[in-house]
């Protein structure tokens, strides 16, 4: 009797353990990679990482194009492919050196926060909980975007305040699903939510007529309405835009020098925008007079060098990628998306980069 | 032999000196080291976890179970409002959701896996084949595939503005089957107390009637009482409140049917999906039990003159039960947990809700930890009441 109470005592126990393991897996299985290591490295323990590594892991969505999916050759296309691209030339010179990790809308913050990812470019909208509650940064804006609603034609909606008693497709774990919560809220709207996590099944009952409108955003929609080929026709994307989604990507708390990183990709695509640098222009820009253009194809200053990367790091990234305006006409024009807010600071949009120098 | 049997005491065991010989002593090492190991690996892990958590500044504790949730639930048993409740409230939702698909599930997979055991044992060779071919089939089929394929299914109705309807009262569309309800009115309690009352009232005259018919050989005819008791009176009772009865019927308005009790088809794919599977599994728990009964016991059955319905159901069934209870509590165990694959199809139960709320919170550790306890909680239940019952079909023996 009393051995069987000790084997007890011990399976309790070292089920306690197992538990243990699952649960602190998020923390424990990458000990502790945000601590500067050697005096020689970059200061940037995921920098260092990545270039031990010699590719940078990056978590995207993989299934909404124009931001991240596999085209027919099995390339990941879109405008989050591009940035951790984009990244990749920066850290490692070479703009392919990237592992594409794809995460669901529900595993994407404890991919970030465990270290199975450098960065989330993950169509991924910066709230103040995600960055205060989730020990996340932001690292700047990629897609300035919207909570918008997709209905088919037939069922005659206008507006979103017709929906009242409509039955909206919704993934969970998302800033749409609290964006329309508010929004019905505010308006004294009744609803009724579906919730799907798979994308390809919220699709799918959408399509269906399960639901009477597919809701995320709009960017998403105009997406998925130009996946749908011939019958994208039979589909409307209602004029209302019910709440700001800035889309960027973001990185794990605790290695500014990685952030920083991060953020000055970002922007020096948009500088290059700015400055009209391009893919194609950029070698020639080495006969430019203009100091912010030498500056920032490292011919003068060492922005490269403050960062830990090579000062002709933005050449990369424009020879990888090219610059944002070049990244939106490949990736998002196709799908018939206005440039409106995305466009530069000073074309009417909201884009700019602070100077760099 | 009688003799004997009186006089036996109750064994006292000797007293023995406590002597630890070295073969005990190793064994103490042993699991001191082993206990002593297993709590270091425990300490060194909730340890690990809170400095990593708090170096990289994730949120920890259960506070946010009184924040305000604004996660919208599309069916829920109680009153839920995504921008008034919490996060607690959003959960235990979750918690009813999963309930409510465990239980209906559980009783209609035992009745549908009793029939379909029994079945595979019926002399009518059609029966018999379509009953076996049923279990080898549908045990085959990962569940996911039953609920996706059930999903989808229910999805090709057409919708609400063209659904298929049975008169002005029952709806079939791909949002589900929308039926007719009475509306709740005070009456109906009180035949509800009237109903429980006759009932409390039957099974008292029901031992009366059994202790008369040891005592007699005689039984009493309870059954015009038993129908006075149960329907008379109640419907006295509602007919003296002015005998209320206003129909709800679902009415198509706006995008949805309105008013009415709606079945969703994620609900509905769910518990379709979760009893046809785990009926195969049930139905050969129950086919395995029946035949592990003796032939004797059919035999003698027989020999008394039994009809076969009545061998079933008194003399094989019974103690067929001691055998097919604790797998059956396995199965039951079964359809809690796989109801978990509700995620997949959009039924919000547990596993939905505290996923949604993770993701919106990012505490990870607090969500997981919430859905074992629950899960634990309700299987632990499940197996108490089982075990219960099991002992108390037990054959009595020494």
């Known amino acids: 009797m009393k051995r069987h109470k000790i084997a007890g005592w011990l399976l309790g126990a070292g089920l306690v353990a197992v538990t243990n393991v699952v649960s602190s897996g998020v923390a424990w299985a990458q000990g502790t990679p945000t601590q500067p290591t050697a005096a020689q490295g970059s200061g940037s323990a995921t920098l260092d990482a990545v270039r031990q590594r010699g590719e940078v892991r990056c978590g995207v969505v993989g299934t909404v194009t124009g931001f991240a999916q596999p085209d027919s050759q099995g390339v990941m296309r879109g405008m989050d492919a591009d940035v951790c691209r984009a990244l990749a030339a920066a850290a490692l010179g070479d703009g392919e050196k990237v592992k594409f990790i794809v995460t669901t809308a529900q595993n994407r913050f404890t991919a970030l926060q465990s270290g199975e990812v450098d960065l989330l470019a993950r169509v991924t909208t910066w709230t103040l909980g995600r960055e205060a509650n989730l020990g996340t940064l932001f690292t700047g804006i990629n897609f300035y975007d919207g909570t918008g609603f997709l209905v088919k034609k037939s069922l005659n909606v206008k507006a979103a305040k017709e929906l009242a008693g409509a039955t909206i497709c919704v993934q969970p774990g998302t800033s749409t699903e609290l964006a329309i919560a508010d929004f019905f809220r505010a308006n004294a709207i009744k609803w009724t939510p579906i919730l799907i996590q798979d994308v390809a099944e919220i699709r799918a009952a959408f399509l269906s007529g399960r639901c009477d409108a597919y809701s995320t955003d709009a960017s998403g929609l105009a997406s998925f309405r130009f996946t749908q080929g011939d019958k994208k026709d039979d589909f409307i994307l209602l004029p209302d835009i019910i709440s700001k989604e800035p889309l960027g990507p973001l990185v794990r708390k605790g290695d500014d020098k990685w952030f920083d990183l991060v953020r000055w990709t970002l922007f020096a695509m948009l500088a290059a925008e700015e400055f009209g640098v391009t893919t194609a222009n950029v070698d020639a820009m080495s006969e430019s007079k203009i100091p912010d253009i030498r500056r920032l194809v490292g011919l003068e200053g060492d922005l490269g060098k403050a960062l830990g990367v090579d000062n002709k790091f933005v050449v990369t990234i424009l020879k990888a990628v090219g610059n944002y305006g070049e990244v939106w006409e490949r990736n998002i024009t196709p799908m018939g998306i206005p440039r409106g807010i995305n466009n530069l600071w000073n074309k009417g949009g909201l884009h700019y980069a602070p100077p760099m120098r | ?398």
């Open chain 2, 1 to 398: 032999m009688t003799s004997v049997t009186t006089t036996l005491q109750p064994r006292v065991a000797p007293r023995r000196r406590i002597r630890l010989s070295w073969s005990d002593l190793r064994g103490i090492i042993w699991q001191v080291l082993i206990v002593g190991a297993i709590l270091g690996v425990i300490w060194y892990l909730v340890d690990n976890t809170n400095r990593n958590l708090t170096a990289r500044r994730i949120a920890t504790g259960f506070a946010f179970l009184d924040r305000v949730a604004g996660i919208p639930i599309g069916e829920s048993l109680i009153d839920y409002d995504p921008s008034i409740h919490t996060y607690g409230r959003a959960l235990f939702v979750g918690v009813l959701n999963t309930l409510r698909v465990s239980i209906i599930g559980i009783v209609l997979a035992t009745v549908l896996g009793t029939l379909i055991g029994i079945g595979r044992l019926s002399t009518n060779w059609l029966l018999a084949k379509i009953t076996a071919a049923y279990v080898e089939v549908m045990r085959d089929i990962p569940l996911l595939l039953h609920l996706l394929f059930w999903y989808t299914l229910l999805q090709q109705f057409p919708g609400p503005r063209l659904a298929l309807h049975i008169g002005d009262s029952v709806f079939l569309s791909n949002r589900g089957i929308g039926v007719p309800i009475v509306q709740w009115h005070d009456a109906f309690s009180w035949m509800a107390l009237a109903c429980g009352l006759g009932c409390a009232v039957i099974g008292l005259l029901r031992r009366l009637a059994r202790r008369r018919q040891e005592a007699t050989g005689h039984r009493p005819l309870l059954w015009p009482l038993s129908v006075g008791l149960l329907i008379v009176v109640p419907g006295l009772v509602w007919f003296g409140l002015g005998a209320p009865f206003v129909v709800e019927r679902p009415v198509l308005r706006g995008f949805n049917f309105q008013g009415g009790a709606t079945l969703s088809p994620e609900f509905a794919a769910l518990l379709i999906g979760l009893v046809i599977y785990t009926a195969a599994f049930i139905a050969e728990i129950v086919r395995s039990g029946i035949q592990a009964v003796p032939r004797g016991q059919w035999e003698a059955s027989r020999a008394l003159g039994l009809r076969r319905g009545a061998i079933l159901r008194r003399i094989v069934l019974p103690q067929a039960l001691r055998l097919i209870i604790p797998p059956m509590t396995s199965q039951y165990l079964n359809i809690t947990k796989n109801s978990s694959l509700a995620v997949a199809i959009g039924y919000q139960d547990l596993v939905s809700i505290a996923n949604t709320t993770l993701n919106q919170t990012g505490q990870a550790i607090e969500g997981i930890a919430y859905i074992m306890a629950v899960y634990l909680t309700i299987s632990l239940s499940i197996s108490l009441f089982m075990n219960y019952y099991n002992a108390r079909s037990a054959l009595t023996e020494r």
